[in-house]
């Protein structure tokens, strides 16, 4: 995927329909007073393996089953249920666009039952610029490679675990869906194949200690590790990255720099031959920004992070350097969140703030 400079948009939304108490119109609304051009609605579709619980804590996730999830709350569901999910956003966003003249949606959307003025920007007619609506998912990637004891063997994993993704993947955007949508004054039905996600995002947050997986951004998540244990976790995280980045599955990394919210994990680094922790970062970062210029997934700019002071300056700083294609996602999951975000976003892009880990 790739954005013009200028333009204004927010790829890393959350609805209803998974972990957020906001609504679809309320969302698009709110973009549309915030100045943003082009969103997309990338609800949680988290992986995860119903033969095993590890609490409510916890996360497992294994590529034959997604959870979604309903306001406030991850559940867990087989693939077939998530698909039902997301058709349902999809019918909702199809539904929200006939009755809002503030949005239309994306090509993935031009079906031709539905008027010209849901599909086509130039067809609405109003005085400011209609908000252009992707329909998106957001993925955990979780490759289980702390079970490898070689490269090779990681490369393996990797590579099974890859295959069985864009298998699924493959299910939910070719099959055949109906909606039954009321145009005209008249019930119609519409016939869509696959649910066609426009915005593929993927995310690491998990990693594995003690055979269980652990969030990252959660710091009592890692007490009692040893430095030389925390620092393991550290390079497990970006190896999964680039990964990640690797596999081309995805057209947005979300939140690449989350880990730097940890501070317990940051204070494992330097290690080795490194005397400072920007030091072994920058080497870090380095390797996955190679991996970014050989593919087509792009990094992400990442709201929540902005907010608390962290989406990794020196990974930004590398960013900029090698001007490496990014975009922004708010990680909106409450009402307010996008407009504030977007604020904070305009305030480091143009100097007036840092853009930094808060000590």
């Known amino acids: 995927m790739r954005l013009e400079d200028s333009e ?13 108490e906001a ?3 309320d969302l698009i609304n709110e973009a549309a007073e915030s100045g943003v051009q082009r969103i997309s609605f990338c609800d949680h579709a988290n992986i995860t393996d119903r033969n095993k619980n590890y609490g409510s804590n916890n996360r497992f996730y294994d590529p034959a089953i997604f959870p979604s999830g309903n306001p406030g709350q991850k559940n867990f569901y087989h693939v077939a249920k998530v698909f039902d999910i997301f058709e349902s956003r999809e019918y909702a966003l199809i539904e929200e666009a006939l009755d809002n003249d503030r949005c239309v949606l994306t090509d993935a959307y031009d079906l031709e039952s539905l008027p010209d003025r849901v599909t086509d920007p130039d067809a609405v007619d109003i005085e400011e610029e209609p908000v252009l609506v992707h329909n998106g998912i957001e993925l955990d990637y979780n490759p289980p490679i702390a079970e490898a004891s070689t490269l090779e ?6 590579s099974g675990y890859n295959t069985r ?7 939910a955007e070719n099959r055949t869906t109906c909606h039954e949508l009321y145009i005209g004054g008249e019930f119609r039905e519409v016939e869509k194949q696959g ?4 915005v593929r995002l993927g995310s690491v947050h998990d990693v594995f200690v003690g055979g269980k997986p652990c969030y990252v951004k959660k710091d009592d998540r890692f007490k009692g590790l040893s430095r030389e244990d925390r620092a393991e976790v550290v390079d497990l995280y970006f190896r999964k990255l680039e990964h990640l980045v690797d ?5 947005i990394c979300a939140h690449p720099s989350l880990i730097e919210r940890n501070d317990r994990l940051m204070r494992s680094l330097p290690t080795g031959d490194f005397d400072t922790r920007d030091e072994q970062l920058s080497s870090y970062y380095s390797s996955l920004i190679e991996s970014f210029e050989d593919s087509k997934t792009i990094p992400e700019f990442n709201g929540k992070g902005v907010e608390r002071q962290e989406p990794g300056s020196v990974f930004w700083e590398l960013v900029k350097e090698r001007d490496l294609p990014h975009t922004r996602g708010s990680d909106s999951h409450r009402l307010g969140e996008i407009s504030s975000r977007m604020e904070d976003f305009e305030q480091v892009e143009e100097g007036k703030r840092p853009c930094k880990p808060a000590k």
């Open 247 to 251: 596999s081309e599955i995805y057209d």
């Open 165 to 171: 993704l864009k298998i699924l993947l493959a299910l």
């Open 153 to 158: 063997e990681e490369n393996e994993i990797v």
């Open 8 to 20: 204004a948009v927010d790829f890393h939304i959350h609805t209803s329909f998974s972990d957020s």
């Open 195 to 198: 649910i066609g996600f426009d």
């Open 23 to 25: 609504s679809i119109h």
